[in-house]
């Protein structure tokens, strides 16, 4: 598909609308993205029922309280919510048993690694503007920028095999560590390094506890931009940030991309209503474009 030429202008009625109804944040499990009448919903919407997207904490449940779920409501008559979930299990499996009808906070890569090991039958749709992995360094380690990393420190790093990979990536790419390059670049371990030149003692863990084990057992973290969204960490204040290809935006995820909803979710994303909210947002700022994303 190509999804610069299917951007779709929505109406301006829509994007009025849109700023109504933007109300609420991620950490709302259940959240209703806003009303029917009061946010202005078009007469000629049609009800199409319920929608529950599944969302992990951070920026994500936002973009879909504040943007597209009040667009979905607007342009269609879905009535939208969230359930937000503490890990990065739980979403896929829940979409695939039909709990929830969507869920938005994996990038490609995980999502179809995921459902290949997990033998899931799930769709993606769109990607989004996504926050990025980043370094960052405890304020009890004093480190101020990436030459300030002493030998041995330890870092925490994500455990689900495709955000490791990812991680050591970025740390490869700032000449932290090298590894096998004949290894795929999604399948790398701690165990495929062959240079560590800080002897950096690298720690995975499950990502949602990264944050909150930082300041107290670690000098260092790479964290996914979710969770460091969620822990009010400053992209500007990482030590580094990761350099993303398309693979690693996040995407919506749905049972059947040429269902009703899938495809209603794939317009809303793709239309200009979706594109003016997230320019206008201050909450979306810094983060990165898809290639697809329209040039401003």
Not at 58 to 70: A, C, H, L, R
Not at 115 to 124: A, E, G, H, V, W
Request: hydrophobic residues 40%; charged residues 20%.
């Amino acid at each position: 598909m190509s999804k610069g030429n299917a951007f779709i202008r929505l109406t301006a009625a829509s994007l009025a609308a849109l700023f109504l109804t933007a109300c609420g944040g991620a950490e709302d499990t259940g959240n209703a993205t806003g009303g029917s009448e009061e946010a202005g919903l078009k007469s000629s919407a049609q009800e199409r029922g319920p929608v529950e997207f599944g969302v992990a904490a951070g920026p994500y449940g936002i973009m879909v309280e504040d943007i597209i779920g009040p667009l979905l409501e607007e342009e269609y008559g879905y009535q939208v919510s969230t359930r937000t979930f503490s890990d990065y299990v739980q979403p896929n499996l829940a979409l695939n048993n039909g709990d929830i009808d969507a869920n938005l906070f994996q990038h490609t890569d995980y999502f179809e690694t995921f459902s290949l090991d997990n033998d899931l039958d799930l769709d993606k749709i769109s990607t989004v503007p996504t926050l990025g992995m980043g370094v960052y360094a405890s304020e009890a380690s004093g480190y101020a920028s990436l030459d300030d990393i002493e030998s041995g420190a330890r870092i925490l790093t994500p455990n689900d095999p495709s955000n490791l990979a990812r991680a050591l990536r970025v740390l490869a790419d700032y000449d932290l560590i090298s590894y096998d390059e004949s290894v795929s670049a999604t399948q790398i371990t701690v165990d495929d390094i062959t240079d560590n030149p800080y002897d950096l003692v690298i720690e995975p863990i499950e990502s949602a506890q990264i944050t909150r084990s930082l300041e107290s057992s670690a000098e260092l973290a790479t964290v996914p931009g979710n969770y460091s969204f969620a822990a009010d960490l400053d992209p500007n204040e990482a030590l580094a940030m990761e350099n993303m290809g398309d693979n690693f935006f996040n995407l919506v995820a749905v049972q059947d991309l040429n269902s009703q909803l899938g495809q209603d979710i794939q317009t809303v994303i793709e239309s200009e209503a979706f594109y003016e909210a997230i320019e206008e947002s201050e909450t979306f700022n810094g983060f990165n474009r898809p290639s697809w994303w329209p040039e401003g």
